[in-house]
């Protein structure tokens, strides 16, 4: 395992370089969230499109492929429509809904494979997915009415429920020893089946969660599900506009969110992912954003900056979103045709990139409940910059709490420029990179 461990780290520093140095893409410097002058937890790392991002290819063949006028096929996007990402152990999977597949991108040993295109595993229409700690693949097919599953390597290992059993399966997740499978029933707009089904290993249907209304523990519209490392089940019910949380047997524990766009609201919720400590990701297609909460519902910061670009942390159209056991983020953006990294700052980092900036730009302790702007929607309802924190309270996320850190500064506005910092900052922190575990 330490062994799996260090090539893992070793290829992710190879990816981040290879992102760097491909031609296509513009220079920004460090990307880094929250926004100056809070302290910032995570960084961007790098990008997951076409073959070439886990390849490093020298300027110098660059030079002589432009020079001759080749094109670089591995320099093309794999996927035509990527929609939800699972990530774990440097294996990193993304469903395609118009190519109707999953393509693999096996970090350590740099390969991309395209994965339920045999006979027996033939993917329809592949929506959310998962990975179990042996790196098995399930994946809801909406269009089958089943999971499929598959192992690391992309062979086909058998079908879980019927079109009997599932009206619209869109999303599923597996418990810690893969005993339990959690499948996301959609159902459809003039359905009444929007609820959650239970499968054990052998695919035997053991009781559902929930039914369509708007009361705790019914689902309008459910899209995505996370089973998380206290073991409850949590459920973005998006046509509620709120993540539900659940005990291990189905019992209703806990909803929050709302309708809005203000901070902490939901507008277009589409991925729910959690990390190691349970804080919540929530992406929003409306804000752009990946939004993250703590497993309570209080807003911690957004991810993702404003703007229209293909630039490193700017979103048009997020979907999927997924954190593997390193805290590192994963972010499907289906209008760039991308999957970004992006990693958690270590203590120590953040510290040196706070004491590089000017003293001007030093970060204050925040006054209480500090006035704030809201990132910006792009729904059918007007732009509204509102004067509130949103529903949660600020608060640090777990490992900095720990480090005796102040609470990142949910509210600072984002900056212009896709997000850029300073190139005095960048040179002063040379080393932060993906060298060992945040």
């Known amino acids: 395992m330490k062994k799996h461990w260090i090539h893992y780290t070793a290829a992710v520093c190879c990816l981040l370089l290879t992102a760097c140095a491909t031609p296509q893409r513009k220079q920004l410097g460090v990307v880094l969230w929250p926004k100056e002058p809070a302290e910032p937890r995570f960084i961007y790392e790098g990008i997951l499109r076409s073959e070439s991002d886990l390849i490093q290819v020298s300027r110098g063949e660059r030079l002589r492929r432009a020079a001759v006028g080749l094109t670089d096929r591995k320099q093309q996007p794999v996927f035509k429509k990527p929609l939800d990402v699972a990530a774990r152990q440097g294996l990193v999977a993304v469903t395609d809904t118009i190519a109707s597949g999953i393509t693999l991108f096996d970090i350590p040993r740099r390969q991309v494979m395209h994965v339920g295109r045999s006979e027996d595993g033939k993917l329809r229409n592949p929506l959310g997915l998962a990975l179990d700690n042996d790196l098995n693949i399930y994946v809801a097919d909406g269009g ?37 499978i959690f499948v996301v029933d959609s159902g459809g707009l003039s359905s009444s089946n929007h609820r959650v089904v239970v499968f054990d290993a052998e695919g035997n249907m053991l009781n ?22 206290d073991r409850n089940l949590y459920v973005l019910d998006a046509g509620n506009f709120r993540v539900q949380v659940f005990d291990g047997e189905g019992h209703f524990l806990r909803a929050w969110g709302e309708v809005g766009n203000g901070l902490g609201n939901f507008a277009r919720p589409r991925g729910l992912a959690l990390d190691s400590e349970g804080n919540v990701y929530v992406s929003d297609a409306a804000y752009r954003k990946v939004q993250v909460f703590t497993p309570e519902g209080h807003l911690l ?9 293909d630039d490193p942390g700017q979103y048009v159209l997020p979907a999927g979103v997924a954190v593997d ?19 958690r700052l270590r203590p120590d ?31 059918e309802a007007d732009v509204l910059t509102v004067e509130t924190a949103g529903p949660g309270s600020q608060a640090p996320l777990a490992s900095d709490a720990q480090a005796g850190l102040a609470p990142a500064a949910v509210g600072s506005p984002p900056a212009e420029g896709g997000g850029n910092v300073a190139p005095a900052v960048e040179s002063a922190v040379p080393d932060v990179s993906p060298s060992s575990p945040p």
């Open 301 to 309: 910061l957004w991810l993702g900056d404003d703007g229209l670009k």
């Open 208 to 229: 559902t969660i929930g039914t369509r209304g708007t009361a705790p523990g019914e689902f309008n519209l459910p899209v995505s599900v996370a089973y998380g490392p």
């Open 325 to 343: 056991e390193t805290n590192r983020v994963y972010v499907v953006d289906q209008i760039f045709l991308k999957v970004e990294v992006l990693r």
């Open 349 to 379: 980092e953040a510290a040196r990139i706070v004491a590089s900036r000017p003293v001007y730009q030093q970060p204050a302790a925040p006054p209480a409940e500090a006035p704030v702007s809201a990132p910006a929607a792009t729904g």
């Open 144 to 180: 089958a009415k089943q999971v499929v599953v598959f192992n690391a390597t992309g062979h086909f290992l058998k079908r879980i429920g019927t079109g009997e059993l599932l009206t619209h399966p869109v999303d599923v997740a597996v418990n810690e020893d893969a005993s339990r």
